[in-house]
């Protein structure tokens, strides 16, 4: 299925060294696990539907409500640096005018 030279491509061009025994101990484990997903690959699933996940997921959050804060002051008074009621932070992108 895969061989030494399939391996060592793959190596290369992945920028890993591998050793000559690495690259046969990889070879007979890529060819392994190619092995099993043939095998998957003939299993009739025709009858099973999409799923990105096997058990179902949700996201537990909490309502985002946008709310004055009471303290203003407090929060502009934390900033290294202000300017009235605005934080000043540095400039991060390159306009020119």
């Known amino acids: 299925m ?3 030279d399939q391996v060592r491509k793959v190596a290369i061009l992945a920028r890993l060294e591998l050793t000559p025994e690495e690259e046969e101990q990889f070879t007979t484990q890529l060819g392994s696990i190619l092995e099993y997903v043939e ?3 003939e299993l009739d699933v025709s009858k099973v539907e999409p799923t ?3 058990i179902d997921v949700s996201n537990v959050t909490r309502l985002d409500l946008l709310r ?3 303290d203003r002051e407090a929060i502009l008074n934390n900033a290294p ?3 009235g009621d ?4 540095p400039q991060i ?3 020119e005018e």
């Open 2 to 4: 895969i061989d030494r």
């Open 39 to 41: 095998q998957l690959g």
């Open 52 to 54: 990105t996940r096997a």
């Open 68 to 70: 004055p804060y009471l």
């Open 81 to 83: 640096e202000g300017d």
């Open 86 to 89: 605005f934080f000043k932070v």
């Open 93 to 95: 992108l390159n306009v």
